[in-house]
T-cell receptor, first 113, second 111 residues
Framework: AQSVTQPDIHITVSEGASLELRCNYS??????LFWYVQSPGQGLQLLLK??????LVQGIKGFEAEFKRSQSSFNLRKPSVHWSDAAEYFC???????????FGSGTRLSIRP | DTAVSQTPKYLVTQMGNDKSIKCEQN?????MYWYKQDSKKFLKIMFS???????INETVPNRFSPKSPDKAHLNLHINSLELGDSAVYFC??????????FGPGTRLTVT
């Protein structure tokens, strides 16, 4: 069965500290993997995606994620967080266009001044 | 230049009423979706259309009926609204690689 697990419901980090948000997936075929960010009252914005090739992908706003097939993981990282990064982060897995994308339950990120 | 737009942004209505939410995308995508996000932020797909044809229909009450007059529009009609329908509804469209572009959401409150 296809699924996405984000084990951390809520994370608080200090401004300027590094960040890692965890994501594990279960998918029968080669997965397409995504990270989305949702600011309060807003829609979802794509941070980055992995389809194939280099397993370390760079995204917008200084985020990166690493695909580890052996661990079925796609963790999101940022070396130094900013107060504006406070938001809800969703990991998602799917196939090609027109297939269903499964979202994780989200991780809420708070930033400590 | 909005890519995926939804109207209305907020919708407050009473139980038993019928309401519609409209969605339009100007990205030229063939595939569009409706998602429901509950109060715990859990995002669940409801429907997907590809080129005006229904391709994904999750376990959704038949009070919910999507309609796609053309591939740029996907509307959601809800009959006999219930308290449990209160949520944020997101429309999205996707390109060939499955990357989804989301609308701003419609917050539905049923009283």
């Amino acid at each position: 069965a296809q699924s996405v697990t984000q084990p951390d419901i809520h994370i608080t980090v200090s401004e300027g500290a590094s960040l890692e948000l965890r994501c594990n997936y279960s998918y029968g075929a080669t997965p397409y993997l995504f990270w989305y960010v949702q600011s309060p009252g807003q829609g979802l914005q794509l941070l980055l995606k992995y389809f194939s090739g280099d397993t370390l992908v760079q995204g917008i706003k200084g985020f990166e994620a690493e695909f580890k097939r052996s661990q079925s993981s796609f963790n999101l990282r940022k070396p130094s967080v900013h107060w504006s990064d406070a938001a809800e982060y969703f990991c998602a897995v799917g196939g090609s266009s027109a297939s269903k994308i499964i979202f994780g339950s989200g991780t809420r990120l708070s930033i400590r001044p | 230049d909005t890519a995926v737009s939804q109207t209305p942004k907020y919708l407050v209505t009473q139980m038993g009423n019928d309401k519609s939410i409209k969605c339009e995308q100007n990205l030229g995508h063939d595939t569009m979706y409706w998602y429901k996000q509950d109060s715990k932020k859990f995002l669940k797909i409801m429907f997907s259309y590809n080129n005006k044809e229904l391709i994904i229909n999750e376990t959704v009450p038949n009070r919910f009926s999507p309609k796609s007059p053309d591939k740029a529009h996907l509307n959601l009609h809800i009959n006999s609204l219930e308290l449990g329908d209160s949520a944020v509804y997101f429309c999205a469209s996707s390109d060939r690689e499955g990357e989804q572009y989301f609308g701003p959401g419609t917050r539905l409150t049923v009283t």
